[in-house]
Nanobody
Framework: QVQLVESGGGLVQAGGSLKLSCEAS????????MGWYRQAPGKQRELVAT???????NYADSVKGRFTISRDNAKNTVYLQMNSLKPEDIAVYYC????????????????WGQGIQVTVSS
């Protein structure tokens, strides 16, 4: 089984920065897409950013220019550098990996971390 462990959340003042990390563990040959999603109180979970194994990235409009997603394939880890944080960034942030090859012809899809809280004080 593929498991995800997130770290790096917490409380920061508006305008500050945080860096989230998510390490995937288990038997894996490759991970196609790694990403971050978030869910604010009373709202649906939404995409923050994704990155493919080739480094192609995708960002929500609300975070473009402020957040940067990156990955270390050797460590099976994805990062989210969050700068210029705003109160509207308050949410539980979830790590996600998709299309994970765990065997010659075996894949797992859409694996989620437990979530980590990010709070921004105004």
């Amino acid at each position: 089984q593929v498991q995800l462990v997130e770290s790096g959340g917490g409380l920061v003042q508006a305008g500050g920065s945080l860096k989230l990390s998510c390490e995937a563990s288990g038997t894996m040959l490759s991970i196609n897409t790694m990403g971050w999603y978030r869910q604010a109180p009373g709202k649906q979970r939404e995409l923050v950013a994704t990155i493919t194994s080739l480094g192609s990235t995708n960002y929500a409009d609300s975070v473009k220019g402020r957040f940067t997603i990156s990955r270390d394939n050797a460590k099976n880890t994805v990062y989210l550098q969050m700068n210029s944080l705003k109160p509207e960034d308050i949410a539980v942030y979830y790590c996600n990996v998709d299309n994970v090859r765990i065997g010659p012809r075996t894949y797992v899809y859409d694996v989620w971390g437990q979530g980590i809280q990010v709070t921004v004080s105004s």
